[in-house]
């Protein structure tokens, strides 16, 4: 006998149902910064639109993008002083 018998089922865009487990819900900053990391790293990323304007992504594809760490390039500054004008 099942103790838990509720549903929680989401559809996408392409209006297929899946199951909330494997959506993340996101606020449309956060679902910018991932499609840019996804953008650079070149991994796939689809944002689906939700019930009452709420974006999500896969859970699969999120962790596809936080599992590729992008290199940390060291920056160095310089300034250049002009010589003074006459």
């Not at 989401?10 to 993340?24: F, M, T």
Request: proline share 7%.
């Amino acid at each position: 006998m099942r103790t838990n018998d509720n549903w929680h089922l989401i559809r996408n865009d392409n209006g297929e149902w899946i199951s909330e487990e494997y959506a993340v819900f996101v606020s449309k900053l956060e679902a910018s910064v991932l499609q840019s990391r996804a953008i650079r790293q070149k991994v796939p990323l689809s944002i689906q639109h939700g019930p009452d304007g709420l974006l999500w992504c896969y859970r699969h594809e999120i962790e596809a993008i936080n599992r590729i760490v992008p290199p940390i390039k060291s920056r160095n500054l310089r300034i250049r002083k002009s010589p003074p004008k006459l």
